[in-house]
């Protein structure tokens, strides 16, 4: 077995926007899949201001500049939520969607939803879906994957934050893997 950290492991974290106001359409950052095999997006929503209905959209495009972004769907999909004063666990919820929305979806208007939570009000969420590198269109050329939040849908100032970890990275590692088993 090897003892190994994340990073030297080919891991890499990257924030796709921070503390942004939900109450305008929010895009993050562009980030590159070449270079993994899977990423786990995270969104937070840390704070506690009342919010009837969000959604989360995967996002796959062509170029870091988002050219010719389409929807990602998403197979695999975690939530907390709550006070967030104890470790908690994550729930697993079976989504077949892009958008993947929380409290009522009857306000989400950029298409058709998965609600993966009931109404979460003025408590925290927590929010990690992943994406597979096989998961997207690779034939057509997309390979950049960010997080987007539908704004309109929120009718106050709430703030959240996502990040991105990605896994298996096939860059040169700091340490190399050692011939022994």
């Known amino acids: 077995m090897h003892n190994r950290n994340f990073f030297?492991?080919?891991g890499d974290l990257h924030p796709l926007f921070?503390?942004?106001d939900?109450?305008?359409?929010?895009?993050g950052d562009w980030i590159s899949m070449r270079d993994y095999t899977r990423a786990l997006v995270v969104l937070v929503k840390?704070?506690?201001?009342?919010?009837?209905?969000?959604a989360l959209q995967l996002l796959q495009a062509v170029s870091a500049s988002g050219g010719s972004s389409k929807a990602l769907s998403v197979s695999?999909?975690?939530y907390k939520t709550g006070t967030m004063t104890a470790q908690g666990t994550w729930t697993k919820v079976a989504v077949s969607n892009s958008l993947l929305a929380y409290g009522?979806?009857?306000?989400?208007?950029?298409?058709?939803?998965?609600?993966?939570v009931a109404d979460v009000d003025t408590a925290a969420i927590w929010l990690a879906a992943e994406v597979q590198v096989t998961d997207l269109d690779v034939a057509n050329g997309f390979k950049f994957i960010t997080a987007f939040i539908e704004g309109d849908d929120v009718n106050n100032t709430v703030?959240?934050?996502a990040f991105v970890i990605l896994f298996n990275g096939e860059f040169p590692?700091?340490?190399?893997?050692?011939p022994l088993a």
């Open 159 to 161: 703030l959240y934050s």
């Open 22 to 27: 939900g109450n305008t359409d929010i895009t």
């Open 8 to 10: 030297e492991n080919g």
């Open 173 to 178: 590692q700091a340490i190399p893997l050692s």
């Open 104 to 116: 009522s979806t009857t306000a989400v208007t950029n298409g058709t939803a998965d609600r993966v």
């Open 76 to 78: 695999n999909c975690w």
């Open 18 to 20: 921070w503390e942004s």
């Open 46 to 54: 840390q704070g506690t201001e009342d919010v009837d209905a969000g």
